[in-house]
């Protein structure tokens, strides 16, 4: 026997909202992230020093990448 759940399954998965400054403009999604939101902005920082891609997988399931060097700042957001 199945029951209905009130929630989509995507309300449930813990999101924080980022916002990137790129060459091409402003990109703000929400990302799933199980942490805190600064530690994932500090895990952003990181990257973007040493120079690797940035990965996210967004509240959607799909899969986003930016190149560091086109990503000039980041702001992580942890309020739902």
């Known amino acids: ?3 209905y759940i009130r929630y989509p399954l995507r ?3 813990p999101t924080v909202l980022v916002r990137l400054v790129t060459d ?3 990109v703000s999604f929400r990302a799933r992230w199980k ?3 600064k ?3 500090h895990r952003i920082l990181f990257r973007l020093r040493h120079g690797w891609p940035l990965w996210f997988e967004d509240e959607w399931g799909r899969d986003l990448v930016f190149k560091s060097e086109r990503v ?3 702001l ?3 309020r739902r």
């Open 11 to 13: 309300h449930r998965i």
């Open 76 to 78: 992580v957001d942890g």
């Open 72 to 74: 000039w700042g980041a």
């Open 39 to 41: 530690d994932l902005h």
């Open 1 to 3: 026997m199945g029951y």
């Open 35 to 37: 942490q805190s939101a």
């Open 24 to 26: 091409d403009g402003e």
